[in-house]
């Protein structure tokens, strides 16, 4: 293990395994799991409620969600191996350079759900629960604090635009801030560099030797991360005109930002941030709204068909669903 002889850098997250370790059944585990899971497929149909109205219909959430785990399951055909080098599930729900939300194991990266949650919330009006929620992603890993930090700062920014609220809009961000802030005192005193030149070097390491894959755009930038860009853009027009578009869009334009400045001006500070890890939320969102939008596009259309057919779908589904589970 090549953390066994390095400073923690997910305390959070290691106080958690080895709270539950000594003093619960390793089960809970595959419950916290499941929890994420549960979590993410939730603030997934939540989404497409409040910005597609995917729920006109009765069963189009049912169907979204069926279409949805067989997504998080690897269950849809994998007919694009030949042509992107991947599977279409992978190619739907995965964000670029090799990274992801959801992975067979229980692991920190899973809490990027929050992610998703916090956007989830925000739609529905509780700016304070999006802030914490976004900001705890960050305390469990902490690759995920410049994706809270763009949520967070897109959130203040609606809330003034829109409303007005300059109280709401500071508070949203002072609240963010003070659920990191332990993490950030933490990496300062325990992570801090000892050394310009020692800093410089940890960080060539780690970016060049240990995660060249998720740290270098000249590894990572293949045809497959064109079509997840294609997948936003289709997302976008989709949702233009709703505050899911402003959330997207701001998050899409600060990863492609970043990217290009890592690009044209390599640096291993900025490598190592990862700034397009925000994909990982952006991307599967993005593959979410089209499937959802394509689904209650569907229902609305076929509506009465549906109504008749509404028991033998849900059966289907139901079925579809422990069939994978098998």
Known sequence: DWLANTIDPLP?????????YAFLHPAFFYAYHALLLGIYLFSLIGIMNRTVRLNETTVA???????????????????????MGTSLSWLLQAGVANQYLINP??????????????????????????AAVAALAGVMHSTYLPSAAVLTATYMGILLW?????????LTGLLALLVVMPVLIYSYLRLGPTSPELWQQAQNIIVHFRIPHHSLPEIWLDRTVYVKIALVLAALLMIRGTRLFVILAVAAL???????????????????????RISVFLVPLSSATIIGATVAWLGNRFSGAV???????????????AGWMG
């Open 12 to 20: 959070a997250f290691s106080a958690l395994v080895a709270g539950t």
């Open 105 to 130: 194991a229980f692991q920190p990266s899973t809490f990027g759900v929050f992610l998703i949650w916090s956007i989830y919330l925000f739609l529905i009006d509780r700016p304070y629960a999006a």
């Open 61 to 83: 959430p049912l169907i979204f969600g069926v279409i949805m785990i067989g997504l998080f399951a690897g269950q849809l055909p994998p007919f694009s191996w030949p042509v």
């Open 254 to 276: 600060a990863a492609v930002t970043l990217t290009l400045v890592q690009v044209v001006w390599p640096n291993d500070t900025l490598a190592f941030m990862a700034p397009w």
């Open 307 to 321: 109504a008749r057919l509404r028991l033998p779908l849900m059966a289907l589904g139901f079925a579809a669903i």
């Open 162 to 170: 829109s409303e007005r609220a300059w109280g709401r809009s500071l």
